[in-house]
Structure formats: structure tokens, C-alpha cells
């Protein structure tokens, strides 16, 4: 679907995971780098962008990624804290991203209107993101906690959760989690690697982000 067809504000985590293969999970310590790299990673075919709140720098560059490259829809990742949520989307971070899950994330993520992709790792952690009416859920660390098998097993009692696993995921081994009909996106830093941030080497992120959008294909 067409960004500008696309209502954002009402977001849903459905969208932010079906968009493209892969979320890509960025760490920025440079404003200067984020512009240029949004731009690549949207002519590459990913718009979806996971900027984590782990360095000093990230909520400046969620806030001109949000300004400056219309057809991204910039998320927030590592979001920990209610506070975290409201720092996030008051930089104009469209969605969230968390590596576990808690109540009051979930609310304050649904106070400021961003959708919120819940990060688990066990099935007490699905239920109880379940309770709280969470469906689409990152599976995190997904290679550590189990990896593709893990999935095949929650499909049966989760048959109704769909997950994005992260942690470990790399262009090797991702057709072995989308070819899981309980996976509906994968999550990774490899599209964003620091040293192409470091060189500006919008090229290769904009290639990286290229190869990413066919994994589907190969699943
Ligand atoms: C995350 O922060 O969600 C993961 O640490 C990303 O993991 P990766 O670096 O193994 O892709």
C-alpha cells in the first residue's frame, strides 16, 4: 500500500509488519547519518524503520527522519518505559517496538496512539501480552530463546499470534522463520550496518535493504 494511502496515525502492527520481510533495527549515534540512511533503506524497498532509543542521539533522529523523509514511517525500538513511549512519540514515532512486555508500556503505547509490537519470549509472556489484547508480538532474542522451532511450537496454543523474531536474524537464516505461517516479518540490525553509518555508504544499506524486500522469495 501507497504511504500516502495509508492512514499512520492509525497505524496498525498488522501494517508495520507486513509492509516489507524485514524491520530493521537501527542504532544511530549521528543525526547527520539519519536523513541519508532513511533515504536509502526507503529506495530499497523498506519504509518500516526501527530507530532504538539507545544511544543520546536517537529521538533527534526519529524527529527529522519523521520531518525529512515522508515515505518512512519511522517506529520506535527499545522502548522500555511510559516515558520512553511519550519521549518516542512526541519525536513522531508512528509505532513501537519493546523487548519484553509490561501493562503500563502497553497502556501509555495506546495513550499516545502508537502501536505497539510487544516483545516475548515465553508462553507466560504471550499470555499475558494476550490479556492485554496484543496478536502480533517480537519474538526476542528469537535464535537465543529457540529459533524457528520454538515458533513451530507455540503455533499450537498460539495458533492466534503472529511474530516478528529478532535477535539473531540474519539474511542466512531468515527464510527459516518466514516460511513459518506464524511469522509475518523478521526483525534485524544487519540492514544498518555501523561501519556502512560510518562511511556514509547510503549504496550499501540502500543494496542491503534491496536484498532484504526478496526475502520472501526465497522462503
Ligand atoms: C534487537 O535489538 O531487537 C536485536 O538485538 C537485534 O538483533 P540483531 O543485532 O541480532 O539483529
Not at 533527534?60 to 522502548?79: F, H, L, R, S, Y
Request: some cysteine; proline content about 6%; overall charge negative.
Amino acid at each position: 500500500m501507497a504511504l500516502n494511502s495509508m492512514n499512520t496515525s492509525q497505524l496498525t502492527a498488522l501494517q508495520v509488519m507486513q509492509d516489507a520481510p524485514v524491520i530493521p533495527v537501527i542504532v544511530l549515534n549521528d543525526v547527520a547519518h539519519a536523513v541519508p540512511m532513511a533515504r536509502a533503506l526507503v529506495a530499497g524497498g523498506i519504509r518500516m524503520l526501527e530507530v532504538t532509543l539507545r544511544t543520546p542521539q536517537a529521538l533527534a533522529c526519529m524527529e527529522a527522519i519523521a520531518k525529512e523523509v515522508p515515505d518512512a514511517v519511522v517506529g520506535a525500538g527499545t522502548v522500555r518505559s511510559a516515558a520512553d513511549a511519550k519521549a518516542a512519540a512526541n519525536a513522531g514515532a508512528k509505532f513501537a517496538v519493546s523487548p519484553g512486555y509490561t501493562s503500563a508500556v502497553g497502556q501509555a503505547c495506546r495513550d499516545q496512539g502508537l502501536s505497539l509490537l510487544p516483545g516475548v519470549a515465553t508462553g507466560s509472556e504471550i499470555m499475558m501480552a494476550q490479556e492485554d489484547g496484543y496478536t502480533e508480538l517480537k519474538f526476542f532474542p528469537a535464535m537465543q530463546a529457540g529459533g524457528p522451532a520454538m515458533l513451530k511450537a507455540w503455533g499450537g496454543p498460539f495458533f492466534d499470534v503472529r511474530f516478528c523474531p529478532t535477535g539473531g536474524v540474519t539474511p542466512q537464516n531468515a527464510h527459516e522463520f518466514l516460511s513459518l505461517s506464524n511469522v509475518a516479518c523478521v526483525g534485524g540490525s544487519w540492514l544498518v550496518p555501523a561501519d556502512a553509518l560510518a562511511k556514509g555508504d547510503w549504496a550499501r544499506i540502500e543494496q542491503l535493504a534491496r536484498e532484504a524486500c526478496q526475502l520472501k522469495l526465497i522462503s
